[in-house]
């Protein structure tokens, strides 16, 4: 039962460009979610958070947006670089009643051209 | 600040062995987290310690475990090993409250033969 789901492995975008990558999610219960990269031989690295009580937080180039009715979320990145190339995660915990356990999505590549 | 290590990087067993994995979170940081990354299913999360009790479990076998000692270092012990435990596990450290963001270790790479 995947809870958490990124519907497209990959992403190919122009440098310059926006990218958006999405993410769905089943359980109600998930009232935090974060957006992971991930580069080879790397362990995945925090971007950005959103917690419930919002529906848009935004961090320099990176903006997360919840939508609880649609039970999705998509990351933007304005102007995509070709150092934003990597795999990135979409994460989402139950804090009261499951902690920090964290579950994720199976990651979108994305790939920003130069 | 020293991020969270994890040794060994790789790691090359047989089948029936067992294998002891270390982390060792960023200072301060008490709650350490494991997950499992497999090309099929992504990333699982395996288990979760906060001042050395686990607090949290996945749906793994008891082939799984691990342990916290006082200094928040934990290690995740396989037990019998079979071949679909070749994956990438990694750890994540953070200070341990809700909404406290978890940072990764880069993994350490386990291949059973």
């Known amino acids: 039962d995947q809870q958490v789901k990124q519907n497209s492995p990959s992403l190919s975008v122009q440098e310059g460009r926006i990218s958006i990558l999405n993410c769905d999610y089943t359980?109600?219960?998930?009232?935090?979610f974060l957006w992971y990269k991930k580069y080879p031989a790397e362990g995945p690295t925090f971007l950005i958070s959103i917690s419930s009580i919002k529906d848009k937080n935004e961090d320099g180039r990176f903006t997360v947006f919840l939508n609880k009715s649609a039970k999705h979320l998509s990351l933007h990145i304005v102007p995509s670089q070709p150092g934003d190339s990597a795999v990135y995660f979409c994460?989402?915990?139950?804090?009261?009643?499951?902690?920090?356990?964290?579950?994720f999505g199976e990651g979108t590549q994305l790939t920003v051209n130069p | 600040k020293a991020g969270v290590t994890q040794t060994p990087r790789y790691l090359i067993k047989t089948r029936g062995q067992q294998v002891t994995l270390s982390c060792s979170p960023i200072s301060g940081h008490r709650s350490v987290s494991w997950y499992q990354q497999t090309p099929g299913q992504g990333l699982q999360f395996l288990f979760e310690y906060f001042s050395e009790t686990q607090r949290n479990k996945g749906n793994f076998p008891g082939r799984f475990s691990g342990r916290q000692f006082s200094n928040s270092r934990s290690e995740m012990n396989v037990s019998t090993l079979e071949l679909g435990d070749s994956a990438l596990y990694l750890c994540?450290?953070?200070?341990?409250?809700?909404?406290?963001?978890?940072?990764f270790g880069a993994g350490t790479r386990l291949s059973v033969l």
């Open positions: 994540a450290s953070s200070r341990g409250a809700s909404g406290d963001i978890q940072y």
């Open positions: 994460a989402a915990s139950a804090q009261e009643t499951s902690g920090s356990r964290l579950t």
């Open positions: 359980n109600s219960m998930f009232d935090y």
